[in-house]
């Protein structure tokens, strides 16, 4: 009896040994597959925008240090906007946006600084994609339309030689209405 125990025994720490390294390696394998982060955008440090000086940097200073801007205001060229943003890919999602900075630069019209606004992701607001599609005309055909469109399209004239197909029409290559004619002229 005491090998039937001892075997009991070796058999269950070889369990519990299995069973904690099965669990090890599911909870460790979470870290393999969490989303990795994207940068995007202007990838430009905080301690860049605290060397622009609102009164004294111009807009070739600015154009210097950062580069050219993410983006203009819609309706004044005297607002630069850069934005960066750091996102993840989840499954079956849109990414999500982890981290956001957007700096918007305003010079006044002789091209000297004014301000500089910087907004992070708790500034943003949410906005909601609509489900809805934009008719265009033209994009909708019936099944009368479907089945009348094709008609004369076919030829089976057109490979054998005949005047009466292709694409020169029954007068010719250079005579007709057909594409390859001239059109309505007289020789």
Not at 165 to 174: A, I, K, N, V
Request: charged fraction near 15%; hydrophobic fraction near 30%; include cysteine.
């Amino acid at each position: 009896m005491p090998d039937s125990t001892h075997t009991q025994t070796r058999a269950f720490r070889h369990a519990v040994t299995a069973s904690a390294l099965a669990v090890s390696l599911t909870l460790g394998g979470c870290g393999l597959f969490s989303p990795i982060p994207t940068p995007r955008g202007s990838l430009i440090e905080a301690s860049d925008y605290k060397k622009l000086v609102p009164g004294t940097s111009t807009r070739s200073d600015v154009m210097d240090l950062l580069g050219s801007p993410t983006s203009h205001a819609t309706f004044d060229d005297n607002k630069w906007i850069y934005i960066s943003m750091t996102t993840a890919l989840q499954p079956l999602q849109f990414p999500a946006v982890q981290k956001q900075d957007v700096t918007v630069l305003t010079f006044d019209t002789t091209g000297v600084l004014r301000k500089v606004d910087t907004l992070d992701k708790k500034n943003g607001y949410p906005v909601g994609m609509v489900s809805q599609t934009t008719p265009t005309p033209g994009t909708h055909t019936s099944v009368i339309q479907q089945l009348l469109g094709n008609v004369g399209r076919y030829n089976p004239m057109s490979g054998m030689g005949s005047t009466f197909g292709g694409s020169q029409g029954p007068l010719g290559g250079s005579m007709g209405t057909g594409q390859g004619g001239n059109g309505n002229t007289l020789p």
